[in-house]
């Protein structure tokens, strides 16, 4: 998790909503991603389809079976689903997202029965550190837009 927080902060660098991941395989980080939504002008940028992406290449293979992806903050739909569709066996969340997360809070599209593909989940992990770096930059966006009046 602490390799997917410094992913984080590469993304607060950009102005970005802190969000980093990593995907381990075999006991090796395989692949990195961080939120690049507004940098790439993309709503695909999310940490997790960065790094699900990364991974395939480096396997070789779309399916990423016996990997484990650490996230800090809970994913949303649309990670989630490309997560289960990607087959990742286990995923890590630092921060849950009682508003968006589909890993629990909202919905649990990991572990659904529906699907042909269910995820290990564990969640909690380095929470502290996870939420404290989101509610921190969310806190500095509301200061920079009151400053500038918007």
């Known amino acids: 998790m602490r390799e ?22 075999e006991g090796k980080i395989i692949a990195r991603g961080y939120n690049r939504r507004n940098t790439d002008k993309n709503t695909l940028a999310h940490a997790e389809l960065i790094a699900i992406r990364r991974a395939s290449r480096k396997l070789g293979d779309w399916r990423l ?23 990742v066996s286990r995923v890590v969340v630092g ?7 589909c890993a629990g809070s909202v919905l649990n599209l990991l572990q659904m029965a529906q699907f042909n593909h269910q995820v290990e989940l564990t969640t909690g992990v380095l929470e502290e550190e996870c939420s404290k770096m989101l ?13 500038s009046g918007r």
């Open 95 to 101: 921060s849950m997202n009682p508003k968006a997360g």
């Open 65 to 87: 079976e016996g990997c484990t992806m650490y996230i800090t903050l809970e994913p949303c739909q649309m990670c989630a689903g490309a997560i289960v569709q990607a087959r």
């Open 135 to 147: 509610s921190g930059f969310f806190r500095e966006l509301r200061q920079k837009k009151a400053n």
């Open 4 to 25: 997917a927080i410094r992913q984080a902060r590469k993304a607060y660098a950009l102005d970005e909503v802190p969000i980093g991941c990593v995907i381990v395989y």
